[in-house]
């Protein structure tokens, strides 16, 4: 069973569109995040959410709203995508968001904006 | 604010040599402190981690972490390299946020084993 899930897998679209992706855990835990990673492999904290709640924007362009129907899941919402978006977004979790937290990651998302 | 260095880019590793991949790290306070490994096309695995206690962190896969408070290092190592742990790796720190805990990565150093 995948612990945490994301699609879609690739996404290629136009400049200006809107798209989503979407993120599952199954592990039960309280915390949740997005993270972006570029062409050089550098990682960056974009969003966290304990418990459906909004706990970490690392000022990220408010063109980007993640959303959290519920603590399994956080959607990422892009609107006016631009070139600088091309990316790999990866969704992860963690047990409660403690310091001593393990984080546990998707497979990522590729987002290819043209 | 917390970070981690990687000062290598990429480290290169005849199978069956001991591999070291370096991290130090700038924190205030106790750091609590991840390596995690990323294969090619894949999100991150987490290997180990630092909190408190022995120096000397073993994870998974046959991999250790040694964490050194005068040299501010927390060096991933393995003693005899494997084909298959060929893969990017990061240190990590936990840092705190506006409302919550975070994790700060490093640059990341790609590791070659060559058979």
């Known amino acids: 069973d995948t612990a945490v899930s994301q699609t879609p897998k690739y996404l290629v679209t136009q400049m200006g569109n809107d798209k989503s992706i979407k993120c599952e855990q199954n592990?039960?835990?309280?915390?949740m995040y997005w993270y972006k990673q570029d062409s050089k492999k550098f990682l960056k904290i974009m969003f966290s959410y304990n418990n459906k709640e909004l706990i970490i924007n690392e000022t990220v362009p408010n063109r980007f709203s993640p959303k959290s129907p519920d603590k399994a899941h956080l959607n990422l919402h892009i609107n006016s995508l631009e070139l600088g978006d091309s990316a790999v977004y990866f969704c992860?979790?963690?047990?409660?968001?403690?310091?001593?937290?393990?984080?546990?990651f998707g497979p990522g998302t590729r987002l290819t904006v043209l | 604010a917390q970070s981690v260095a990687q000062p290598e880019d990429q480290v290169n590793v005849a199978e069956g040599n001991p591999l070291t991949v370096k991290c130090t790290y700038s924190?205030?306070?106790?750091?609590?402190l991840f390596w995690y490994v990323q294969y090619p096309n894949r999100g991150l695995q987490f290997l180990l981690k630092?909190?408190?206690?022995?120096?000397l962190v073993k994870g998974s896969y046959g991999f250790e972490a040694e964490f050194n408070k005068s040299q501010t290092s927390f060096h991933l190592k393995k003693p005899s390299a494997l084909v298959s742990d060929s893969a990017l790796y990061f240190c990590a720190v936990r840092d705190i946020g506006t409302g919550g805990f975070k994790t700060i990565f490093g640059a990341g150093t790609r590791l070659f084993v060559k058979a």
């Open positions: 992860a979790s963690s047990p409660s968001g403690s310091r001593a937290d393990t984080q546990y």
């Open positions: 592990l039960g835990h309280d915390t």
């Open positions: 924190v205030s306070g106790n750091p609590y």
């Open positions: 630092y909190i408190t206690g022995d120096n």
